[in-house]
């Protein structure tokens, strides 16, 4: 008996595909497909040219967003010659300063579409090395963070400089590594070591120890200038036994105060050259038995965020890291911006040169010499005439390299720029050294616990008890 087997048809199980469709990352010709407009519309809107209608731009914006199209910045890097990346270079990351530097530069580079690379020093060869490395072409952008040109070989920097050309944006932030063509952004560190000595002047104090930088640091003269400015203003002598140099650390802010304290010098306050220095301070003194601020007053400089939290929490100056952070990724950027803008930009046609056979009416006027009438000028005349006119008034694509809408310092006029912000309520102020564009910030006073007047009981004497 035969028996006929019907194939396919066992309903028992069910047989499906168990292949999953691979994930295809949206395209331009998706982008174009939903926004119902041409590839060509697409691009031209992506690179802000000024050849499209807001009605393609929106459509183009909304396309982007729902198809969450990402264009490929390495391949349109190339065509661009540009990367959308800042480099920011660093000499020491465990710094407690520098973070808060580098998260508000990395913030402001991001709301712009702009990533970050971040070095870190280790040496002078090793800065000379990221100089190379970063302007190879790798980044748009240079910001050096805490980096001094006394720290740093300057034969070799300026032999390096070359190679970067002139399509990098170079910022030097906080401290002045004196990068030919760089923005130099820092705190006026004078005015501000002057301003927290005048307070503790203020407060009775006569005597007091000043623990500075390193002497390769532009910043330990300016701070130490602003701890002698205070006292001669007050009459005071400036003893040089009461002034050491540090290296900035908490170890030698705790040695150089154990070294006073073993010495005998006679002081009422500490003024360190940088939080760090002022907290290894503080744990000198309570090593000797010695009460803050009843015994000995502290301040530093810096605000840095553990100076709150230290018991007692330190008087200090403040900097605004966040807003000087941003300033430097929005001065570095703009330079892109201008760069880029003057790369791609189209030469305007020159004017005709109008013959020697042309002569003037007596209104000034330009007049044809074959039919009498005034010469018109034709349009690229007019459009050459009015070329700085329109350099003024350009403005850039108003949605990133992501495709994302925004309003920022380069689309219609500096609208959040911090800078502008700081400028005009004057957090800073803006001036040119040899032709290098400088912004300086103001430091603010912050009392905290550290700090109170001189006690009733007088200062330390040499043998370390009470007057």
Same mark, same amino acid.
């Given at each position: 008996?035969?028996?006929?087997?019907? #194939?396919?048809?066992?309903?028992?199980?069910?047989?499906?595909?168990?292949?999953?469709?691979?994930?295809?990352?949206?395209?331009?010709?998706?982008?174009?497909?939903?926004?119902?407009?041409?590839?060509?519309?697409?691009?031209?809107?992506?690179?802000?040219?000024?050849?499209?209608?807001?009605?393609?731009?929106?459509?183009?914006?909304?396309?982007?967003?729902?198809?969450?199209?990402?264009?490929?910045?390495?391949?349109?890097?190339?065509?661009?010659?540009?990367?959308?990346?800042?480099?920011?270079?660093?000499?020491?990351?465990?710094?407690?300063?520098?973070?808060?530097? #580098?998260?508000?530069? +990395?913030?402001? *580079?991001?709301?712009?579409?702009?990533?970050? =690379?971040?070095?870190?020093?280790?040496?002078?060869?090793?800065?000379?090395?990221?100089?190379?490395?970063?302007?190879?072409?790798?980044?748009?952008?240079?910001?050096?963070?805490?980096?001094?040109?006394?720290?740093?070989?300057?034969?070799?920097?300026?032999?390096?400089?070359?190679?970067?050309?002139?399509?990098?944006?170079?910022?030097? =932030?906080?401290?002045?590594?004196?990068?030919?063509?760089?923005?130099?952004?820092?705190?006026?560190?004078?005015?501000?070591?002057?301003?927290?000595?005048?307070?503790?002047?203020?407060?009775?104090?006569?005597?007091?120890?000043?623990?500075? !930088?390193?002497?390769? =640091?532009?910043?330990?003269?300016?701070?130490?200038?602003?701890?002698?400015?205070? @006292?001669?203003?007050?009459?005071?002598?400036?003893?040089?036994?009461?002034? %050491?140099? !540090?290296?900035?650390?908490?170890?030698?802010?705790?040695?150089?105060?154990?070294?006073? @304290?073993?010495?005998?010098?006679?002081?009422? %306050?500490?003024?360190?050259?940088?939080?760090?220095?002022?907290?290894?301070?503080?744990?000198? @003194?309570?090593? *000797?038995?010695?009460?803050?601020?009843?015994?000995?007053?502290?301040? /530093?400089?810096?605000?840095? &965020?553990?100076?709150?939290?230290?018991?007692?929490?330190? &008087?200090?100056?403040? +900097?605004?890291?966040?807003?000087?952070? *941003?300033?430097?990724?929005?001065?570095?950027?703009?330079?892109?911006?201008?760069?880029?803008?003057?790369?791609?930009?189209?030469?305007?046609?020159?004017?005709?040169?109008?013959?020697?056979?042309? &002569?003037?009416?007596?209104?000034?006027?330009?007049?044809?010499?074959?039919? !009498?009438?005034?010469?018109?000028?034709?349009?690229?005349?007019?459009?050459?005439?009015?070329?700085?006119?329109?350099? $003024?008034?350009?403005?850039?694509?108003?949605?990133?390299?992501?495709?994302?809408?925004?309003?920022?310092?380069?689309? !219609?006029?500096?609208?959040?720029?911090? @800078?502008?912000?700081? =400028?005009?309520? $004057?957090?800073?102020?803006?001036?040119?050294?040899?032709?290098?564009?400088?912004?300086?910030?103001?430091?603010?006073?912050?009392?905290? /616990?550290?700090?109170?007047?001189?006690?009733?009981? /007088?200062?330390?004497?040499?043998?370390?008890?009470?007057?």
């Amino acid at each position: 008996m035969q028996t006929e087997v019907e #194939i396919g048809t066992n309903t028992d199980t069910e047989i499906t595909d168990t292949k999953q469709p691979r994930y295809s990352r949206p395209t331009i010709y998706d982008v174009a497909r939903v926004a119902g407009v041409s590839t060509a519309s697409v691009s031209r809107t992506l690179s802000g040219h000024e050849n499209v209608s807001g009605y393609v731009k929106e459509r183009v914006r909304e396309a982007i967003a729902s198809t969450g199209y990402k264009p490929h910045l390495a391949a349109r890097g190339l065509v661009k010659r540009r990367t959308w990346l800042l480099g920011i270079i660093v000499p020491d990351i465990s710094n407690p300063f520098f973070p808060g530097l #580098i998260k508000a530069i +990395q913030y402001r *580079a991001e709301q712009e579409g702009y990533g970050t =690379l971040l070095s870190q020093v280790i040496g002078e060869t090793h800065f000379v090395n990221q100089l190379e490395l970063l302007g190879n072409g790798r980044v748009d952008g240079i910001i050096t963070v805490g980096l001094s040109v006394n720290q740093l070989n300057t034969d070799d920097v300026s032999q390096t400089l070359p190679y970067l050309g002139d399509d990098v944006s170079l910022v030097c =932030l906080d401290r002045d590594s004196a990068l030919s063509g760089s923005t130099l952004i820092a705190v006026d560190h004078r005015a501000s070591a002057r301003m927290i000595v005048s307070y503790l002047i203020s407060s009775g104090h006569r005597d007091i120890l000043y623990i500075d !930088g390193p002497e390769n =640091l532009d910043l330990s003269t300016q701070r130490y200038l602003g701890y002698e400015d205070a @006292l001669r203003d007050a009459g005071i002598e400036v003893r040089s036994e009461l002034i %050491a140099k !540090g290296d900035l650390s908490e170890a030698s802010g705790y040695s150089i105060t154990n070294q006073a @304290l073993s010495n005998h010098f006679r002081f009422t %306050a500490i003024f360190a050259a940088n939080d760090l220095m002022a907290i290894g301070a503080m744990s000198a @003194l309570r090593s *000797a038995g010695l009460a803050i601020p009843q015994d000995v007053s502290v301040a /530093g400089f810096d605000d840095i &965020t553990i100076a709150a939290y230290v018991s007692p929490a330190l &008087t200090t100056i403040h +900097q605004p890291v966040a807003m000087m952070g *941003a300033v430097a990724a929005e001065v570095a950027i703009s330079g892109i911006e201008n760069i880029h803008r003057q790369r791609t930009e189209k030469p305007l046609k020159q004017p005709p040169e109008y013959t020697d056979q042309s &002569t003037i009416d007596v209104q000034g006027k330009e007049i044809n010499p074959e039919d !009498g009438k005034p010469q018109v000028k034709n349009k690229d005349t007019k459009k050459a005439l009015n070329h700085d006119v329109e350099l $003024g008034e350009r403005r850039y694509n108003d949605i990133d390299h992501n495709g994302t809408p925004r309003t920022s310092i380069l689309h !219609g006029g500096y609208i959040d720029s911090q @800078l502008k912000y700081a =400028l005009s309520n $004057g957090d800073a102020y803006e001036t040119s050294n040899n032709g290098r564009r400088v912004i300086t910030f103001r430091g603010s006073l912050v009392i905290r /616990g550290s700090t109170a007047a001189v006690s009733t009981s /007088g200062a330390r004497n040499t043998s370390g008890a009470r007057n």
